[in-house]
């Protein structure tokens, strides 16, 4: 079982920034894809963004230009840099693993509550 556990959620003005944090229990070498997602209340979960093995990422409309998501894998750990903050991108934010073929496996993390003030 692998655990993901994100972190650095919180409160901030609209226009100011937040870094989001993923955290896998083991190395992100296993993994063929991660990714960000968010939901907001009354909405369904999509996806902010996300990066593959080979370090191809791609973006939300919504979020292209103004997020970053990039990973360390020496830490096991993904990164969103989300800027210019709006009020719609408030909710809570989730981190996904994905190992495709035959084994293929995904594993989803609590989540971390972003809030955005205007």
């Known amino acids: 079982q692998v655990h993901l556990v994100e972190s650095g959620g919180g409160l901030v003005q609209a226009g100011g920034s937040l870094r989001l944090s993923c955290e896998a229990s083991?190395?992100?070498?296993?993994?063929?894809?991660m990714g960000w997602y968010r939901q907001a209340p009354g909405k369904e979960r999509e996806l902010v963004a996300s990066?593959?093995?080979?370090?191809?990422?791609k973006y939300a409309e919504s979020t292209e230009g103004r997020f970053t998501i990039t990973k360390e894998t020496a830490e096991n750990t993904v990164y969103l840099q989300m800027n210019s903050l709006k009020a719609d991108d408030a909710g809570v934010y989730y981190c996904n693993a994905r190992t495709f073929g035959p084994d293929w496996s995904e594993y989803w993390g609590q989540g971390t509550q972003v809030t955005v003030s205007s």
């Open positions: 083991r190395s992100l070498l296993g993994f063929n894809v």
């Open positions: 990066i593959f093995s080979g370090g191809v990422t």
